[in-house]
């Protein structure tokens, strides 16, 4: 049998016998730079799914938000999430492996977040980049439903597609 299990597989990492909590492999394993990966992964999805369970409720309380806006504002979250978790996990990783206390690389990871987040907000809103995406999204919209309403006065009745396209 070719395949170790898993426990095989932590053995032969591993390094000893018994490892209290305290012990530096174990502590890598779980918050260093094999647990550093799994937590940026599992923030950012988290970070998503928030951001997307506000804009429902924004979209269905909020007269004056449409679907464009939604749309447009959860892509520009998850955007904003995806790079700032990059930075984070290059800050990070640079400060594991700079043997730094775990305390310590917590909370610059926290200050980190918390600058950025701030920082892409404020960047946002000085080149205008989700009103820009709602526009060229409202305005591909607006293409579309000419292009489909030219299809169907145009066209054949027997070779049109559009037809059932948002009719």
Not at 26 to 43: D, F, H, Q, V, Y
């Amino acid at each position: 049998m070719t395949e170790l299990r898993s426990a095989d597989y932590w053995r032969q990492i591993l390094e000893g016998t018994r490892y209290a909590v305290d012990h530096p492999q174990m502590l890598e394993m779980g918050i260093g730079t094999r647990g550093l990966g799994s937590a940026l992964i599992k923030g950012t999805r988290f970070c998503i799914f928030a951001s997307l369970a506000w804009r429902v409720i924004e979209l269905i309380f909020k007269s004056d938000f449409d679907l464009v806006d939604s749309l447009g504002d959860i892509t520009m979250d998850a955007a904003k999430a995806v790079v700032a978790s990059v930075v984070i996990g290059v800050i990070a990783g640079v400060l594991t492996l700079g043997s730094l206390p775990v305390v310590v690389i917590v909370g610059f990871v926290i200050i980190a977040g918390i600058v950025l987040n701030i920082g892409l907000n404020k960047l946002d809103d000085h080149l205008g980049l989700s009103v820009s995406l709602k526009q060229k999204l409202r305005n591909a919209l607006t293409e579309y439903q000419r292009i489909t309403d030219w299809n169907v006065r145009y066209s054949k009745p027997f070779f049109n597609n559009s037809l059932g396209n948002g009719y």
